[in-house]
Structures are given as structure tokens and as C-alpha cells.
């Protein structure tokens, strides 16, 4: 079965510093995958996602994620934080299988020290 | 530019109380979905839908069933409420396995 883990339940960081979340997935083939951010009290905004080709992806707000096929890994980056991009934030997994469904992993909220 | 809609954004509703929860989105997706995100739990998925009259389960259905009468349009309905049912709903449509969900702004309820 899929499954998406987020190993980091919170993380802090300082504005300007740069920015890693982790996300390791489970599946056999190659996967759809999407990182998504929540701001307090909305919904949740795609920020960026991979279903082929080249594995580094660009996102909205200069996000950008690597997908590592030998590490099972979508890990998303920030080269520059502000204090805005403090969110909490989703990775999730789909199938090439017509299903439409995702599996969401458990999330990082992330803090911006000013 | 497009939208998911939540009827209401926050409910507070009472126990054993029929709760209907609304969702219309304006992009003409096939498939829309009901999740519930609770913390540390992420999202779980509790019904979806395909097409016009059709739904399938997701992972957490019990006490819950839905209906899409209209394309646009996708109801949860809580039959009893129960306290445990507290949380935000969440509602997405999609149009491909590729495109990624669009979510409406969410729905806290709280029951009583």
C-alpha cells in the first residue's frame, strides 16, 4: 500500500535561512507527487508537483522540489525564507491508476524567527 | 479564476444532529472528493466522487454517506453527529491523477 511519511512535525527557521522539508514515499511505480501548503484556518494550495521528466521541479512562492527515485524522496526546498511561508505543509502521493486519490502525509509546520 | 466553495466556514451543531455539508466548485472537475484533517492525523479521505450519482468509499466512510445530485455539486451528510466528528472538512475536485487537487477553504465543525 502507499504511504507518505513526513518525518519533521515541526521546523523552525530563521528569515533568509534556507529551507528543507522532508518527504519519503512508499509505492512501487513512479508516483505522482505534490507538496501543498496551508496557511491557518484555509484550505490547502498546490505549490508544486512531479509526474515525469525532469526531476527537479519549479513551484509558486520560489519553492522547488527534487525527486529522488533511489531515496523514495520528494523533498522540498527554499533557498531564502520570509516570514510569510510560515504554513504547514503537505506532501502527497497518487497513482497512475485512474483512481484520482491521494495519500497525504501528516504535515510540517513550519516557523519563521524574525 | 477558479474556485472550490465551502458553504460555511465554520458550523457548531449538536450531538444526534443531521449536519449537511455543501461544496460546489466552477470548473467542471469530474471528481471531487470529502476529506477530514485532524492534527497529526494529515487528511484522510471519507467519500468521492467520479461522476454525477456516483461515489466510492475512501478510508473513513462510517457515519458519514454523501450525495452528488449535479456536477458542480458535492454533499457530505453527517447522518448522527457524534462529538468525534469535530474537525475541518475539507472538499477538493480534480480533473486528472496529474493535476493535483484544488480544495475549498474548509469547513470547521464542531459538535456539541
Known amino acids: 500500500a502507499q504511504s507518505v511519511t513526513q518525518p519533521d512535525i515541526h521546523i523552525t527557521v530563521s528569515e533568509g535561512a534556507s529551507l528543507e522539508l522532508r518527504c519519503n514515499y512508499s509505492y512501487g511505480a513512479t508516483p505522482y507527487l505534490f507538496w501543498y501548503v496551508q496557511s491557518p484556518g484555509q484550505g490547502l494550495q498546490l505549490l508544486l508537483k512531479?509526474?515525469?521528466?525532469?526531476?527537479l521541479v519549479q513551484g509558486i512562492k520560489g519553492f522547488e522540489a527534487e525527486f529522488k527515485r533511489s531515496q523514495s524522496s520528494f523533498n522540498l526546498r527554499k533557498p531564502s525564507v520570509h516570514w510569510s511561508d510560515a504554513a504547514e505543509y503537505f506532501c502527497a502521493v497518487g497513482e497512475d491508476t485512474g483512481t484520482y486519490k491521494y495519500i497525504f502525509g501528516t504535515g510540517t509546520r513550519l516557523k519563521v524567527l524574525a | 479564476d477558479v474556485k472550490v466553495t465551502q458553504s460555511s466556514r465554520y458550523l457548531v451543531k449538536r450531538t444526534g444532529e443531521k449536519v449537511f455539508l455543501e461544496c460546489v466548485q466552477d470548473?467542471?472537475?469530474?471528481?471531487m472528493f470529502w476529506y477530514r484533517q485532524d492534527p497529526g492525523l494529515g487528511l484522510r479521505l471519507i467519500y468521492f466522487?467520479?461522476?454525477?450519482?456516483?461515489?466510492e468509499k475512501g478510508d473513513i466512510p462510517e457515519g458519514y454517506s454523501v450525495s452528488r445530485e449535479k456536477k458542480e455539486r458535492f454533499s457530505l451528510i453527517l447522518e448522527s453527529a457524534s462529538t468525534n466528528q469535530t474537525s475541518m472538512y475539507l472538499c477538493a475536485s480534480s480533473s486528472s491523477d496529474r493535476d493535483g487537487y484544488t480544495f475549498g477553504s474548509g469547513t470547521r465543525l464542531t459538535v456539541v
Open positions: 466522487s467520479y461522476d454525477v450519482k456516483m461515489k
Open positions: 470548473m467542471d472537475h469530474e471528481n
Open positions: 512531479y509526474f515525469s521528466g525532469d526531476t
